[in-house]
């Protein structure tokens, strides 16, 4: 019941801390596909599952950032899914949940798979996909659609894991400017680094992801149930 308690108290406190600026006002074309591709690279964050882990229900909770300010704003956005093992070999993800920031109210609804593959006793290998929708923004609704390979690799004092993904995104604007298109449509290959450590009934994880125009570190806890 404590565990249960203090997984509920940080959902709260990630869900309640956040940053970012998804308004197209006073943008031209390249600024408003900035938005939308930053949103959906974050939006490409999935679970960090152990292939070799056999507990039935996942609760994954963070954050999200940004080192380099986008349009003046430094994001700080919050992630939380859940993971539901359905087989030795697959799990399936989720997420819904919704927050505050300035002026909008953004929901993130979406789900996915995680297919587990290697060996009988050592699964090392892991394949992702997934489809998350970002709503409840004024100026635009977005798309976000994500593919994953990683290999993951055991140690002493922690586990971690490096992969490649693919994330495609379409937007549809709101937002009426000459400057702004009705739609934005974009693609982006990254490539992924996390390191997980257990930490009393948890596991605590950071994470980065590497493009070209961007890099995304993120933090986060897991809690396993079942």
Request: glycine share 8%.
């Amino acid at each position: 019941m404590r565990f249960h308690l203090i997984t509920l108290v940080l959902a709260g406190v990630i869900l309640s801390a956040q940053q970012a600026n998804f308004r197209f006002d006073d943008l031209n074309r390249e600024a408003a596909r900035n938005i939308a591709f930053h949103s959906s690279y974050w939006l490409s964050n999935h679970p960090q599952l152990d292939p070799n882990d056999n507990h039935r229900l996942v609760i994954n909770g963070g954050f999200s950032f940004y080192f380099r300010k986008i349009h003046g704003t430094r994001w700080v956005l919050p992630d939380l899914d859940i993971a539901v093992r359905i087989t030795r070999n697959l799990s399936l993800t989720a997420k819904l949940y919704g927050f505050q920031v300035d002026k909008d109210a953004p929901q993130v609804i979406g789900s996915g798979f995680q297919y587990y593959f290697g060996n009988e006793d050592n699964k090392a290998w892991v394949t992702s996909f997934q489809r998350v929708d970002l709503k409840g923004i004024a100026h635009f609704r977005l798309t976000s659609i994500t593919m994953n390979v990683q290999k993951w690799f055991s140690g002493s004092f922690l586990n971690y894991s490096i992969g490649a993904g693919a994330n495609i995104f379409r937007e549809r604007s709101y937002y009426h400017s000459t400057e702004i298109p009705g739609r934005i449509e974009g693609e982006s290959k990254y490539f992924d680094l996390d390191a997980i450590i257990p930490f009393k009934g948890f596991r605590l994880g950071a994470g980065i992801k590497i493009h070209p125009e961007s890099q995304l570190f993120r933090t986060y806890i897991m809690k396993d149930f079942f």
